[in-house]
């Protein structure tokens, strides 16, 4: 009966072990559209890391700071509205944010593209949207 219990314990320990195991590993992130970029990293987080999410981590770049143009990341989890993370005009910001849907412990699907805010009367000029699913 023991040794019955003990290898029951050992096997989910093992496989418990694996699920952190097969935690997404760090994959490079480049979009840009004419006057913006965005260079970086990102990484799905594991499950047992609150927020449970896809990590992004990089900078937003003006690549043209004379233009006079705003520009910011756009981005959408699962199904909610478009999140906006403001840049700077003329300069480069820091990125280091876990995107992610608070009403499920996993989040499945992220998109992401980078765009130009060039005001009311012309549209923004956006990078083609990318879409990023956990396996």
């Known amino acids: 009966?023991?040794?019955l219990a003990t290898a029951v314990v050992a096997a989910g320990l093992f496989f418990g072990g694996m699920g952190v195991a097969v935690?997404?590993?760090?994959?490079?992130l480049i979009m840009s559209t004419p006057g913006v970029a965005f260079v970086?990293?990102?990484q799905w987080q594991p499950t047992s890391k609150v927020p449970s999410g896809l990590h992004v981590k990089g900078e937003l770049r003006d690549k043209d700071s004379g233009d006079g143009h705003n520009v910011y990341l756009r981005v959408k989890v699962e199904k909610?509205?478009?999140g906006h993370l403001k840049g700077v005009q003329g300069r480069d910001i820091k990125v280091d944010k876990v995107y992610y849907d608070g009403a499920v412990l996993k989040t499945k699907e992220v998109r992401m593209q980078v765009c130009r805010d060039r005001g009311s009367l012309r549209p923004d000029n956006c990078s083609p949207e990318q879409l990023y699913s956990r396996r």
Request: hydrophobic share 25%; proline share 0%.
């Open 1 to 3: 009966m023991r040794k």
């Open 23 to 28: 935690a997404d590993s760090k994959h490079d």
């Open 40 to 42: 970086g990293t990102y």
């Open 80 to 82: 909610y509205a478009w």
